[in-house]
């Protein structure tokens, strides 16, 4: 590789850690180095990327935690059912090519594009522990969330917010601490099944992996310490969906083609 491919590699993996610590969908950028950068087919980027994602949820949860941030015991009762989606999910990922779903993301996007932008005090409200949770449909909606994150990544951690925010009735920072540490919690269990499978390029999955801590380090204490984080995130949530959208449809092209 040139020098050029490690600095791609390592700044890219920074912006996708502070945008999936934050946000969601950061690997978008990830999956876009791996293959179309360094040459990865994307059964293996996929597997790869898994490297750098825990990487950065290991450091951001830790944050989290350390800045009392994160409740490990209230965190156990959404990870349980995601870990279980995630391992369904990638044993189809080492078996299916993930391209026919990539087209079902991009209505996905459009649907929480609508979600994110109706009502968005909803987005900003503070933790309410003393609401009673509809667990008959918020457990259902984290075995899918999982099974999505174990299958390809890209975008789950926009999904997870969803759930945690609008349905569990968490804050944009505790929802993002919690999701830190569950996306951590099954990416171990998903890293090993795709070493077993063979799919994971260890050099280029920890190449990105410096970047990718870096950036969800750098996040999660922002995260953690700023009054202002919650509008913040919700901003680059907005910011990152419509980017995906554009992105996906080929907005950016058909705007070009006018001039």
Avoid: C
């Amino acid at each position: 590789m040139e020098l050029y491919h490690y600095l791609i590699a390592i700044i890219g993996g920074g912006i996708a850690g502070v945008i999936n610590t934050l946000a969601g969908n950061g690997s978008a950028i990830t999956l876009t180095i791996l293959t179309e950068v360094l040459g990865l087919p994307p059964n293996v980027a996929n597997g790869t990327n898994r490297v750098g994602i825990f990487s950065q949820t290991a450091a951001g949860s830790w944050i989290f935690y350390k800045n009392g941030k994160l409740d490990l015991e209230r965190s156990w009762v959404y990870g349980i059912p995601t870990i279980i989606g995630a391992i369904f999910g990638v044993l189809v990922a080492v078996w299916v090519s993930n391209e026919q779903f990539k087209q079902v993301f991009s209505f996905m996007m459009i649907a929480m594009f609508l979600v994110i932008l109706v009502k968005p005090k909803r987005w900003l409200r503070e933790t309410d522990l003393t609401i009673k949770r509809n667990y008959w449909l918020i457990i259902p909606g984290f075995l899918a969330i999982g099974f999505y994150g174990g299958f390809i990544q890209m975008g789950m951690g926009i999904f997870f917010l969803a759930v945690m925010v609008l349905g569990a009735r968490h804050s944009m920072t505790d929802a993002n601490a919690v999701k830190s540490f569950v996306i951590m919690a099954y990416t171990i269990v998903v890293i090993a099944i795709f070493q077993w499978k063979g799919l994971i390029d260890w050099k280029m999955g920890a190449l990105m992996a410096v970047g990718q801590t870096t950036g969800g380090w750098w996040a999660a204490t922002f995260a953690s310490r700023y009054a202002q984080a919650n509008l913040w995130a919700y901003r680059l949530l907005v910011v990152i969906v419509t980017l995906a959208i554009i992105k996906l449809f080929n907005v950016h092209q058909l705007i070009f083609s006018l001039f």
